[in-house]
């Protein structure tokens, strides 16, 4: 039998200068582009590899033209050769952050 348990929610965390949240990168994708949230992380698809942090920067681009940002306002503060990564959206609070990621809740 299936586990049922719910997928928790995304989690966002106020800092001084921002939001941060995590995120599970899924390189090498058909398209760029959010998939939703699991196990409490923003599922980000990119068709970059990961190779020469490509898939850092293609994460980079898809947050800031989803969360109508400039690239510098975000920045991976975490898990940088990973694909569980943290990044902080520099200028947004949580609020305002939550309403600009396309996702059912």
């Known amino acids: 039998m299936a586990d049922s348990q719910p997928n928790p929610p995304l989690v966002l965390r106020a800092t001084s200068t921002g939001t941060r949240m995590d995120?599970?990168?899924m390189?090498?994708?058909?398209?760029?582009?959010?998939?939703?949230?699991?196990?409490?992380r923003l599922v980000v698809?990119?068709?970059?590899?990961?190779?020469?942090?490509?898939?850092?920067?293609?994460v980079i681009a898809v947050l800031a033209n989803i969360l109508d940002v400039p690239k510098h306002s975000v920045r991976i503060v975490s898990?940088?050769?990973s694909r569980n990564k943290t990044v902080e959206i520099t200028g947004l609070d949580e609020v305002t952050l939550h309403r600009r990621i396309p996702i059912r809740s």
Do not use: E, H, M, Q
Request: proline share 9%; hydrophobic share 30%; net charge positive.
């Open 23 to 25: 995120l599970r990168i």
């Open 79 to 81: 898990g940088a050769t």
């Open 45 to 58: 698809r990119v068709t970059a590899p990961p190779v020469d942090s490509a898939a850092n920067g293609a």
């Open 27 to 40: 390189p090498r994708s058909s398209k760029n582009g959010i998939d939703g949230v699991r196990n409490g």
